[in-house]
């Protein structure tokens, strides 16, 4: 699965942000048709992305589009129909409340993929949980369909759907964001926490995306470049931990072939909960 330390939202009609966000190195951009469209350019935002994905080189940058909620029906089919034929990574269901919009979304990638002669599944989706009823409902949406790769955090719009306010503390959402840990972590998928918003604060930024990466969460989004290279190198493991989970992998693999489950290393005892803790820090090591 792609590493997804940080994901970039750029508009999906400014195709200056778009060409800019090509050359940044950051894990993700998400194209958006969504919130950051007015709805008279909706159009123009689907043409735009359309042709971005056809023309530019984004090199190693996985490329996302964020289409309009499964609920505004006729948005998200003609985003959809306009974009899938351009082949982006993955799909972005914004406002997710049940498996519905998922399964929906599946069968049109499905199709796309068919006509467009891709293979079955290289396109992922990313359901967005911005609501107390996609809360509520975690369950059937983190097991729906075969495309789903990330539960991604709204907290923005999750705190409106409650009415919380946000804090510096962000204990409002800490249970929910456990929640959405949780669930991924039970279904094999990332989770992606919600954005900082003032992006000149780099001093908040560090302390919120220290306390994502210990929650256990994969990545966290991002609104503006300047918060690229905080978030990614928070979720880079150090070369000591890298060094350290190398060491713990090849020595079980060395025991195992001697048909050894425990072992100690360095006097201490390796179980298999800290293999599994040194290959996860081995898969966030890779791009």
């Not at 914004?94 to 796309?112: G, H, M, N, R, Y």
């Not at 097991?143 to 962000?170: H, K, M, N, P, Y």
């Amino acid at each position: 699965m792609k590493s997804r330390r940080a994901l970039l939202y750029v508009p999906g009609d400014d195709l200056y942000k778009i060409q800019k966000a090509a050359t940044l190195g950051v894990d993700s951009v998400c194209l958006d048709l969504e919130d950051a469209v007015a709805p008279n350019r909706k159009e123009l935002a689907r043409l735009t992305v359309r042709d971005a994905l056809g023309s530019l080189d984004f090199g190693s940058t996985e490329v996302l589009v964020r289409i309009n909620s499964f609920y505004e029906s006729s948005l998200a089919s003609e985003d959809l129909h306009t974009v899938l034929p351009a082949h982006p990574h993955g799909i972005v269901l914004p406002k997710v409340e049940s498996s519905e919009p998922l399964l929906w979304v599946e069968d049109f990638i499905t199709d796309a993929e068919k006509e467009t002669g891709l293979p079955a599944g290289c396109t992922a989706t990313l359901a967005m949980i911005e609501t107390a009823r996609g809360v509520l409902n975690l369950g059937r949406i983190a097991s729906a369909g075969s495309c789903l790769q990330a539960l991604v955090f709204g907290g923005e719009d999750f705190l409106t759907d409650i009415g919380a306010q946000r804090t510096v503390e962000r204990m409002e959402v800490f249970h929910t964001r456990s929640e959405i840990i949780l669930h991924a972590a039970a279904y094999e998928l990332q989770a992606i926490d919600m954005i900082t918003v003032d992006f000149h604060d780099i001093e908040t930024l560090q302390r919120e995306v220290a306390q994502s990466a210990q929650m256990g969460f994969s990545g966290k989004q991002v609104i503006h470049p300047a918060q690229i290279q905080t978030v990614q190198a928070a979720f880079t493991p150090s070369d000591e931990e890298i060094a350290w989970a190398k060491g713990i992998v090849a020595a079980f693999d060395e025991y195992q072939r001697q048909g050894r489950g425990v072992f100690a290393l360095e006097g201490r005892l390796v179980e298999l909960p800290h293999i599994r803790a040194a290959q996860r820090i081995l898969a966030r090591a890779r791009p």
